[in-house]
């Protein structure tokens, strides 16, 4: 005898178990789904405006990054070029001008020079430069040339006569003349005198004893 078919499930009635959690887990697996791509499609949108804002958003340039300035170079700071040429001197023993007591002088010095041409060309004039430079050193006394602005009056006139050896033409600075403070005192223009071409830049000493 056969069994009996199973009864359908009354209306209104509970689904069996098995059944219900098969329910549960299909529902958790479409949230999921639905939260992912909701994650996913903010990401992308977040990734295409980024690539949009780098682009510019355009072709007319309106939102895009400002170009870097191009480096323009300063002429102060690129006159160095080429290194400096120096001209070296032997060194000078020289009996100062002092009268009350015997005083000499040993200096050693180096001509700093436009370019090495003229260091070339100055070497052809030595004889003439030391004796410049002897006659310099043998009108001075010890009390002017232990002070540095003794000194620096030395490098400049080393510097001229140096160069009035070889062959320049230097004109002497101008020197203030004391004015009278009774004389009347009267407005005049200074003409702004313009410097002969020296090719010696600047006399540097290697040495320096007063003794």
């Known amino acids: 005898m056969s069994a009996a078919p199973a009864a359908a499930p009354a209306e209104g009635e509970a689904p069996p178990k098995g059944k219900k959690k098969l329910i549960i887990i299909i529902a958790a697996v479409a949230v999921l789904l639905a939260g992912g791509g909701g ?6 949108s977040k990734a295409a405006a980024e690539a949009a804002a780098a682009e510019g ?12 300035k191009a480096h323009k170079p300063d002429p102060k700071k690129d006159d160095h070029k080429t290194p400096p040429v120096f001209v070296p001197l032997e060194p ?16 050693g010095i ?21 004796n410049s430079v002897l006659l310099i050193l043998s009108h001075k006394t010890a009390e002017e040339l ?15 006569d140096a160069a009035r050896a070889m062959g320049y033409e230097i004109e002497d600075p101008e020197e203030d003349v004391p004015e009278d403070e009774d004389a009347p ?4 223009k200074k003409k702004k005198k ?5 090719p010696i830049n600047q006399v540097h000493y290697a040495n320096f004893i007063i003794q």
């Open 39 to 44: 994650a996913f499609f903010m990401m992308k």
């Open 57 to 68: 958003e355009g072709d007319d340039g309106e939102h895009a990054a400002p170009a870097k």
């Open 92 to 107: 000078f023993i020289v009996n100062l001008a002092d009268k009350d007591v015997e005083r000499f002088a040993q200096v």
């Open 110 to 130: 180096n001509l700093q020079v436009d370019d090495a041409k003229i260091g070339e060309e100055m070497k052809a004039y030595m004889p003439a430069i030391r």
């Open 146 to 160: 232990l002070t540095p602005e003794g000194k620096t009056k030395l490098a400049e006139e080393i510097r001229r």
């Open 185 to 188: 005192k009267k407005k005049k």
């Open 194 to 198: 313009v410097e002969s071409y020296n």
